[in-house]
């Protein structure tokens, strides 16, 4: 963890969302290495849990007490693709009465499966489009901005109002091949997107650390051709307000990380 707050400061990030991890043994398990890191990160370091529905009914009941015991919970990651179940699995239903209930942000793998097991037909924007009209009062976040289908979160975040897309993930480690071509491309991308929902303030700064650098993800949106407060929104107003952070007076930003 101190390596994380230290790159934090260097890349001026004031609160990262640490998000759990699928491969939990139990959703205990990860609850309780999320309250040390909680620990250790000062106020800084919030936590996302998540739950399978492919474990059953039983799981997810179980997943709800444990997160009814939590404080400051910041939201709730799901893993579509990674597991076999879309986000209209009517197992998660309770899932999204509970997120209901407690204000809390649902956040949606999207695209890509790094372990190139999964099925990334269940992590497809256009599978959230049902129950974000289905439950209007629960916000989604599209993560990594649905890539490689791209154009399809945009269309459903420019239609639903409870819906958000956030950056992590559109890049990977600099010694990639092609990597500055990457990230003139994922510039491109957040253009189009925003060019299409036609307002900055339901599109989030995310990293996918450790597998991209958070100055790296940062420099990427702090340096798209737009006005100041709408980078700065991107950046970490619109996650302040989403996931109830405080913000510092200048160069507050919000870190969505992980997978
Ligand atoms: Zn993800």
């Known amino acids: 963890m101190p390596g994380l707050l230290a790159e934090m400061d260097r890349a001026g990030i004031d609160h990262g969302l640490l998000l759990q991890l699928f491969e939990a043994p139990s959703v205990r398990a990860g609850l309780e290495e999320a309250a040390a890191q909680r620990r250790a990160g000062h106020g800084r370091l919030h936590t ?5 529905p492919t474990r059953g009914k039983e799981e997810v009941r179980a997943a709800i007490r444990l997160w009814d015991a939590v404080p400051g919970l910041a939201g709730i990651k799901l ?3 990674y597991k076999p179940f879309y986000p209209h699995d009517p197992r998660l239903a309770p899932v999204y009465e509970y997120a209901h209930r407690r204000g809390l942000p649902i956040l949606v793998h999207q695209g890509d499966t790094l372990d190139g097991i999964g099925l990334v037909k269940y992590a497809r924007p256009i599978e959230v489009d049902e129950v ?3 439950y209007r009062d629960v ?5 990594h901005l649905g890539n490689p289908w791209v154009h399809e979160a945009a269309e459903l975040v420019y239609k639903n109002e409870n819906v958000y897309a956030d950056t992590s993930g559109l890049l990977a480690h600099p010694s990639t091949p092609y990597f500055d071509r990457m990230v003139r491309q994922a510039r491109e991308v957040l253009y189009a997107t925003l060019v299409t929902i036609g307002r900055p303030d339901r599109i989030l700064y995310g990293s996918d650390w450790p597998l991209e650098g958070l100055e790296v ?5 702090d340096r798209l051709d737009l006005p100041e407060e709408d980078r700065a929104a991107i950046l970490g107003g619109n996650a302040a307000r989403l996931f ?6 200048r160069r507050s930003r919000a870190a969505p990380s992980a997978k």
């Open 48 to 52: 996302v849990t998540t739950v399978d």
């Open 79 to 81: 893993y579509p693709g």
């Open 132 to 134: 974000a009209g289905r």
């Open 139 to 143: 916000r989604f976040v599209l993560c």
């Open 217 to 221: 993800a940062v420099e990427l949106v």
């Open 244 to 249: 109830g952070l405080s913000r510092r007076p």
